[in-house]
């Protein structure tokens, strides 16, 4: 993924016409005033903390949410979805560091939110995504990947998942989180040089 959060719709269609195929965004209103320009023929996943108020603005046009962090979300997210007559896709992200300015859930409360969301009809839960703290050692990642497989583990236990992705890693540590089993890196400034704001 080409995390596209602060370039412009010019460079970020540049990037589509190279070949790129999925964008990912995490900020509602910054989103909102590019999506329009984008080149359609790519999708845009939602990466960024998101309030249940504003669900409803990217509902129709994103196609998967990384973020999930409640249920509250996830309850909003499946009756807005409901409403477009769509499945939406969604991650469940762990705060894997623990930190506290991060968001993402307890890597602990895993099983009890995928458990909780399978009432929701109009979710389809791909698996989970994390941002591992700066510098992390490389068991952060390795724990990521357990709690991945413990997901694809519970198998009928989450009959409307579909658990196929670990969204894990930036500029800065794909390497390390592709070694750990991620197959979706989310990848801002070394495709699109460094913005002038940190996440
Ligand atoms: C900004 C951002 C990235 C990309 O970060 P880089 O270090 O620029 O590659 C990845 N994931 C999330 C959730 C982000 O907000």
Do not use: C, W
């Not at 477009?84 to 859930?105: C, H, P, V």
């Not at 952060?140 to 409307?160: A, D, I, T």
Request: net charge negative.
């Amino acid at each position: 993924m080409a995390v596209t959060k602060t370039v412009s719709p010019e460079r970020i269609n540049f990037a589509v016409g190279k070949g790129v195929t999925l964008l990912g965004e995490n900020r509602v209103q910054e989103y909102l005033s590019k999506k329009d320009s984008y080149d359609s023929s790519a999708e845009v996943h939602f990466i960024g903390h998101l309030q249940t108020n504003k669900v409803k603005y990217i509902i129709d046009s994103v196609s998967m949410i990384q973020s999930v962090d409640s249920l509250k979300l996830a309850r909003e997210i499946d009756r807005l979805a409901a409403k477009a007559g769509r499945i939406m896709d969604i991650l469940i992200e762990i705060n894997i560091g623990e930190e506290e300015t991060k968001s993402g859930i307890d890597s602990g409360a895993m099983k009890e939110l995928a458990t909780e969301i399978q009432s929701l009809e109009n979710l389809r839960l791909r698996g989970l995504m994390a941002i591992p703290p700066i510098g992390a050692d490389e068991s952060v990642f390795e724990e990521m990947h357990g709690l991945y497989e413990e997901l694809k583990g519970m198998g009928g236990g989450l009959p409307r998942a579909a658990i196929d992705t670990l969204s894990m890693g930036m500029s800065g540590d794909y390497e390390l989180a592709i070694k750990h089993g991620s197959n979706l890196v989310r990848i801002g400034s070394a495709l699109f040089g460094a913005r002038n704001y940190n996440i």
